[in-house]
């Protein structure tokens, strides 16, 4: 089955589910029982010997395994990247490439059984007890702060307000009114001081205001000693007297305290602001400065490496002649600064094993994320290089679709290597599963509390494995927010999760309407939006292949 089947490719109609298989085609759930069993008869290409259909299997080496493998079984059954029951996710393919595997090399003794895929919530977890916690903290000023996270509480330095301030551009008064604005005549040809002209923010008065007076004062100011309120501009009405002076007035009476914002109001010096733990965001910035902080104690942000593998690959331009255009490039990074991750540009590598395996050595990052070379294929470097390095792998294949080639190896002490499928969405894939929780283990960030939302419509299901679906959030008249499952999430495919505010888990077996799941929110996602519904994502039918007119309903 191709990712246009399931996905929804533009012009595409496939076979819906559950419709019978053609002529001479095997039924996927006979086919996954097969698998199962290890009763699976060998996939042999026309005009090749069985020999043909057998898939060299990828490096394990110290890997963590689990109690069946999604592919086999957990029997001694070869892999077969067209396995049935990822009609949306050939286990073995990479960006760019289909078709049959090449056969094993002929050093090799015959086939090695698949590694077992980790069950997903295992390698969730796993991924994130990679590393026993973040590096040491250090101090960074607060124009280096954002997106790190606070290694110590964040106490006040000072009483906040630091003194009494105006909450309103009016005038301080003094009393229950009505107020003297000017001193009287005679007090000025007396040599008295004349009373200044108002208070501004950032002023520090001299003179106290005595009672039965007022003073003009702006927002923000320092509120002059006996002041008991602050009328608000609007309120008062000013009024010329006999004598030259002023006298101000006010249709109601002035409680103590009005408009005033009174010092140690938000907090008091030594109290706690923010726990250690906390993520430095825009607003915790401004807190800190506000409190007296110049710098922080946070922990550092973690550095990636991003290596893009394929000579398919083009950085410009339209496809062309047998080549794609790198979709995970431009994705990767700004997706890991997002997750607080300081990440370099994405190189670009051949594929060649000495060019990867020159670009791991030299790398420093906490973390290498590569893209595709995940599988058997011929020119699927990844687990040969890992074996070159003695790297230890701790998660080889998971069962989730898309993305069930995915990996995390240890390359040395607090450095890891997570492999991603070449597939765009199988990429992101791999990206939630094995690297967010990494880098929110080395960021010292908290897991996101669960959130589960229900479907606004049944999603089929893997026989064993997770799957991930994106979903949007809409708004229910009847069920509240639901999740929306998308068209168009083949793992080739962008333009489902472009639309998408998070990934919906989905367990073994589908989930119907109505059920509740976990979803994995995107960085960038605010839980909600705002109502858009992409018309070929309408919650009647989201998984209805689209027609021939272009993909739209």
């Known amino acids: 089955m191709t990712d246009g089947e399931w996905g929804g490719e533009p012009g595409a109609v496939g076979r819906a589910w559950g419709e019978p298989p053609a002529e001479g085609g095997g039924d996927p759930f006979d086919d996954a029982l097969a698998l199962v069993n290890g009763t699976a008869p060998a996939r042999v290409r026309a005009g090749s010997g069985p020999e043909a259909a057998t898939v060299t299997v990828p490096y394990a080496a110290g890997g963590a395994t689990a109690a069946a493998s999604s592919a086999t079984g957990g029997g001694d059954a070869p892999y077969t990247p067209d396995d049935p029951f990822a009609p949306d996710d050939p286990a073995a393919a990479r960006s760019g490439r289909s078709g049959p595997a090449e056969p094993a090399p002929a050093t090799r003794s015959g086939p090695r059984p698949t590694p077992d895929a ?8 796993l991924a994130g007890r990679a590393v026993a916690g973040p590096p040491a903290p250090e101090t960074a000023a607060l124009g280096e702060a954002l997106g790190r996270t606070l290694a110590a509480p964040l106490t006040a330095l000072t009483d906040l307000p630091s003194f009494d301030t105006s909450a309103m551009d009016g005038w301080a008064v003094s009393g229950p009114g009505p107020w003297r604005l000017d001193p009287p005549a005679d007090a000025a040809a007396a040599g008295e001081a004349a009373a200044p002209s108002g208070i501004l923010a950032g002023q520090d008065p001299a003179d106290g205001l005595l009672d039965g007076h007022a003073i003009p004062i702006a927002t923000g100011a320092r509120v002059p000693a006996g002041a008991t309120a602050v009328l608000r501009s609007e309120h008062g009405e000013v009024r010329a007297l006999g004598d030259g002076g002023r006298r101000l007035y006010a249709p109601r009476p002035a409680p103590p305290g009005q408009d005033i914002r009174p010092r140690g109001q938000e907090c008091r010096r030594g109290d706690q602001l923010l726990p250690a733990g906390t993520l430095v965001t825009p607003a915790v910035l401004g807190l800190a400065a506000a409190a007296g902080y110049d710098e922080l104690t946070a922990y550092r942000r973690p550095r990636a490496d991003v290596f893009v593998l394929g000579d398919e690959l083009l950085d410009r331009g339209l496809p062309r002649e047998g080549r794609i255009r790198d979709a995970l490039g431009p994705m990767l990074a700004p997706w890991l600064h997002a997750l607080g991750v300081e990440a370099a540009p994405p190189r670009h590598l051949a594929d060649d094993a000495d060019t990867l395996y020159a670009a791991l050595t030299e ?27 003695g790297a230890e792998v701790l998660v080889d294949g998971v069962a989730v679709r898309p993305g069930h080639p995915m990996l995390l190896a240890r390359l040395a002490p607090r450095r890891h290597l997570v492999g991603l499928p070449g597939n765009p969405l199988a990429a992101v894939s791999g990206l939630l599963t094995l690297a967010e929780p990494l880098l929110r283990t080395l960021a010292a960030r908290r897991p996101a509390a669960p959130y589960r939302v229900p479907l ?10 997770t799957r991930l679906v994106p979903v949007a959030y809409r708004d229910d008249e009847r069920h509240g927010l639901t999740a929306v499952p998308l068209r168009f999430h083949g793992p080739a495919m962008l333009r489902g999760i472009a639309a998408a505010d998070a990934l919906a888990v989905v367990p073994p077996g589908g989930a119907e309407r109505d059920t509740e799941l976990d979803t994995l929110e995107f960085p960038w996602s605010a839980g909600w939006s705002a109502g858009w519904t992409p018309d070929w994502a309408a919650p009647r039918d989201p998984y209805d292949p689209p027609e021939a007119t272009g993909g739209r309903t």
């Open 118 to 125: 980790v069950p997903w919530h295992t390698a969730r977890a």
């Open 363 to 389: 790398s420093t990052a906490d973390v290498v994320i590569t893209t595709g070379g995940t599988a058997a294929g011929p020119v699927d470097h990844v687990h040969p290089t890992l074996r070159r390095l």
């Open 456 to 465: 606004a419509a049944g999603v089929p299901g893997h026989p064993q494995d």
